[in-house]
Every structure is written in structure tokens, then in C-alpha cells.
């Protein structure tokens, strides 16, 4: 499987982005899809993920302010960023993870980078 993103950039703060990762591949093996993200000097963090029907995970720090959808025609994914903020600033990653009883890996795409100024 593999998963290009696009989307990130600089934005002011109270800006809007939007991420976009397409999968490509062995899309049969791969269930959920998401969002980690990564600030300087820290680690990689989850920010959301939905999963083939739908359902959703946010992180509590992006909640009402970020949402993630998909389009399983297209194998995309997209994480929609609202009333961004500097500590939104990061390295994004699109994640896909293992379909239970086909699938055994977990990808990770190339990372966009996102910055916020204040």
C-alpha cells in the first residue's frame, strides 16, 4: 500500500487547511485510515482516524476544530482543519491500518508539513 498526502502549507493563525492522502495498492488489506502528527521536539501524536464505515476517532486537542472524512471510491481520506492554531504546527502523517484477518502492516505516508503563524 501507498499513501501520498498533500495539502499542507502555511497558514496564518485562524486559518483553515485541508490534507488529503490517497492509498494506493493492496486497498483490500487496509481498514482504518488517519492522521498523526508530529511538532518539533516532540513525538508523534494521533490527531484522527475513521475507519472503512465510517466511524470516527478525534484527539481531544483538535476536537471541533478538525474533521476527518473519506471517500472509500477513491481511497482518500482527508482531514478538514479548522481555527488552526501554533501549536497545530507539525508534520503530518496519513496512517493506514491492518484490515483484521487479511492484513498485517500498518503504512505510513511521506508526511506534509503544516505551519500555523500567530
Known amino acids: 500500500v501507498q499513501l501520498q498526502a498533500s495539502g499542507g502549507g502555511p497558514v496564518q493563525a485562524g486559518g483553515s487547511l485541508r490534507l488529503s492522502c490517497k492509498a494506493s495498492?493492496?486497498?483490500?488489506?487496509?481498514?482504518?485510515m488517519g492522521w498523526y502528527r508530529q511538532a518539533p521536539g516532540k513525538q508523534r501524536e494521533p490527531v484522527a482516524t475513521?475507519?472503512?464505515?465510517?466511524?470516527?476517532t478525534i484527539a481531544d486537542s483538535v476536537k471541533g476544530r478538525f474533521t476527518i472524512s473519506r471517500d472509500n471510491a477513491k481511497n482518500t481520506v482527508f482531514l478538514q482543519m479548522n481555527s488552526l492554531n501554533p501549536e497545530d504546527t507539525g508534520v503530518y502523517y496519513c496512517?493506514?491500518?491492518?484490515?483484521?484477518?487479511?492484513?498485517?502492516?500498518?503504512?505510513w505516508g511521506q508526511g506534509t508539513l503544516v505551519t500555523v503563524s500567530s
Open positions: 496512517r493506514a491500518g491492518p484490515r483484521l484477518g487479511i492484513g498485517t502492516k500498518t503504512y
Open positions: 475513521i475507519t472503512s464505515r465510517g466511524s470516527t
Open positions: 495498492g493492496s486497498i483490500f488489506s487496509i481498514n482504518d
